[in-house]
């Protein structure tokens, strides 16, 4: 079975850019834990499309930015 957005995978929100792009870190069956840039959603995995290339730059750039300031895992 094939699981869409799995862990570690950029993702944005199919309705709305309110929560930034973001990466999935977590799976709990339909639902997907995500740290979006702006906050950490739970998400139905139905509810994300996978980020362009512009947006996946964007989370990337973000994280590496938190773990050089703020160090630890993001």
Excluded: C, N, Q
């Amino acid at each position: 079975m094939h699981t869409p957005h799995g862990p570690g995978a950029f993702v944005a929100h199919t309705g709305t850019d309110v929560y930034g792009p973001g990466k999935v870190i977590g799976v709990d069956g339909v639902h997907r834990r995500v740290r979006f840039t702006r906050f950490v959603a739970t998400i139905r995995a139905d509810d994300l499309r996978d980020a362009s290339p512009a947006e996946a730059r964007e989370v990337r750039a973000w994280l590496r930015d938190r773990r050089e300031r703020f160090g630890g895992s993001w």
